[in-house]
């Protein structure tokens, strides 16, 4: 638009020049046609200097939460530039779920710029950014000219913190034990549950001495142990089904996933995470919050598969099976199904018995 306006100015004092035959005003003219092909030099040569890319590799994000990213745009010509403009949109895949937003900023010579873009996480899993649109306008504001410069980002959203509960009655899982007590959850890092109580024998060691029922009931019955290993939790995450264009879905399925695995560590200390990939059957141990991200991760980047299904453990006990349709097995019987609409607050109020 200012370019229009001041070629318009420039057409208008040239012909009041021309009508008055006034030198002075010739002159001014021709200052103007030279102002004019300056500027349009000065903007085609600050266009090629400035590059754009992002300053993080990955940006992680928590679900509705915003963030601001650092975008990085360096000068690499000999001319500052006052200011230039661009425009950013994230998304997830084909679907735009946001409309592009337009910044300004300025970058002077040999140095870099990092202006901030507002993002948010509307489902889980990978959010693409795109910054494209850049225009560098020169120093009278008449030329904005178009940038050959992009970049693109993925944005890895992960669900808000929510566990699922587990009711602690469970002989499918922990055999025969006495309800409450498991020695692979409390402190000290010992990698023994209690499989069974017997009744106590001459020379066995004190410490397996079962206190407290023996309290109650006058009666000496020792723990026996059984390693972890046997009775190790497995949570398969079958994504035979995967939509990856229904988001809804897709987003309770992670939600629940990452649920499931923080209610089996709370209540359990470990489990084993399985999904496939492709042909290819990742297996993870699960001990620490820490790993957390990193599964996550996996997960999403896990490929489509049509090959297996949740019948590949069929075989195995102690196995939580999670599918794209938001149901939850144990050892192949159905237990709970989440609603599309509703599975936030089921997540948090209800508490699974297994």
Sequence with gaps: MRCVIFVLLALV?????????????????????IVFFVMLILAEIMKFGIKCYFKENRIFISKGKSYKTALCFENKGFLPVFKFTFKYRYFYKNKKENKAIKLSSAVNKKSRAYPKAAVTGQYCGIMHMNVYGVRVFDYAGIFKLRCRCKAENEILV????????????????????????????KGGGNSQEIHQLKPYEWGEPVKNIHWNLFAKTDEIYCKEYSDTENSNIIIYLDLKNRDTDDLKMTDGFYE???ALMLGVLDSFGSCEICFISG?????RNFTDREELKDIMTELYYAGKTEKYSS???????????????????????KIYSYSAENYGEEILNKKIAI
């Design 279 to 283: 042909d290819k059957i990742c297996s």
């Design 13 to 33: 004092t040239f012909y009041v020049g021309g009508i008055y035959r006034d030198n002075a005003i010739m002159t001014l003219f021709a200052c103007e046609v």
């Design 311 to 333: 019948n590949l453990f069929s075989g195995d006990k102690n196995v939580i099976t999670l599918n794209c349709d938001l149901e939850l097995f144990l050892n192949g019987k």
């Design 158 to 185: 992960f669900p808000q913190e929510k566990k699922i509960s587990f009711a602690f009655l469970s002989d499918a899982l922990k055999g025969n034990t006495d309800m409450g007590e498991n020695e692979g959850t």
């Design 256 to 258: 629940i996933c990452q």
